[in-house]
């Protein structure tokens, strides 16, 4: 940082860009900007030479390197998520269970992103359907925006994934001792 006169993100976002990877949770269009005045990349988001040269002094810890699935998605798995989700619509007036093609890219991508395996996501996913459905499913999200949506930053987020670590770290409230009364 201190050679580039970049910010974190700036730096980031540079490296993102040597190594062909999507940045995460930054605003890309200010770091470009400041990206290009500084030469690093050229009008086309393209890095440019100096912008190889810096980036590869960036040090990178061996645990970055992108995780291969060990887990493959076939129908029957698709099919064994979605069943987990009610039929028909929520209260939202969206269809809870998401189209097979949508399910399959998503968790594609969550796959290669996070490192839980098969058995954790279908836990993640009972855990969190059991919660809402506690609750008339009333502001739940669909099947696919469980897996992941899309910010306007284009940015993803996981809902699963929070929901995945909770369950690998047994951090979740069991809320079955949770007493209520419906008072007419």
Same mark, same amino acid.
């Given at each position: 940082?201190?050679?580039?006169?970049?910010?974190?993100?700036?730096?980031?976002?540079?490296?993102?860009?040597?190594?062909?990877?999507?940045?995460?949770?930054?605003?890309?269009?200010?770091?470009?900007?400041?990206?290009?005045?500084?030469?690093? &990349? /050229? =009008?086309? %988001?393209?890095?440019?030479? *100096? +912008?190889?040269?810096?980036?590869? $002094?960036?040090?990178? !810890?061996?645990?970055?390197?992108?995780?291969?699935?060990?887990?493959?998605?076939?129908?029957?798995? &698709? /099919? =064994?998520? %979605?069943?987990?989700?009610? *039929? +028909?619509?929520?209260?939202?007036? $969206?269809?809870?269970? !998401?189209?097979?093609?949508?399910?399959?890219?998503?968790?594609?991508?969550?796959?290669?992103?996070?490192?839980? =395996?098969?058995?954790?996501?279908?836990?993640?996913?009972?855990?969190?359907?059991?919660?809402?459905?506690?609750?008339?499913?009333?502001?739940?999200?669909?099947?696919?925006?469980?897996?992941?949506?899309?910010?306007?930053?284009?940015?993803?987020?996981?809902?699963?994934?929070?929901?995945?670590?909770?369950?690998?770290?047994?951090?979740?409230?069991?809320?079955?001792?949770?007493?209520?009364?419906?008072?007419?």
């Amino acid at each position: 940082m201190k050679e580039s006169q970049l910010t974190p993100n700036g730096l980031y976002f540079l490296w993102c860009l040597y190594v062909d990877e999507k940045p995460l949770y930054i605003n890309i269009y200010t770091e470009a900007r400041a990206l290009r005045l500084e030469g690093y &990349i /050229d =009008e086309q %988001l393209k890095i440019t030479q *100096k +912008g190889v040269d810096m980036a590869s $002094k960036i040090p990178v !810890s061996k645990n970055t390197t992108k995780k291969q699935p060990t887990f493959t998605l076939t129908d029957t798995s &698709i /099919d =064994e998520y %979605l069943q987990l989700f009610p *039929k +028909g619509k929520l209260p939202s007036g $969206k269809l809870a269970r !998401s189209d097979k093609k949508n399910i399959r890219a998503n968790l594609e991508w969550f796959m290669r992103t996070y490192s839980y =395996e098969w058995d954790t996501i279908i836990r993640a996913t009972a855990l969190y359907v059991d919660e809402y459905e506690k609750k008339n499913f009333m502001y739940m999200k669909t099947s696919q925006y469980f897996i992941s949506k899309m910010n306007t930053d284009k940015s993803r987020v996981s809902e699963l994934a929070d929901y995945c670590s909770a369950v690998v770290n047994n951090d979740y409230d069991n809320d079955d001792n949770h007493f209520s009364d419906k008072v007419v």
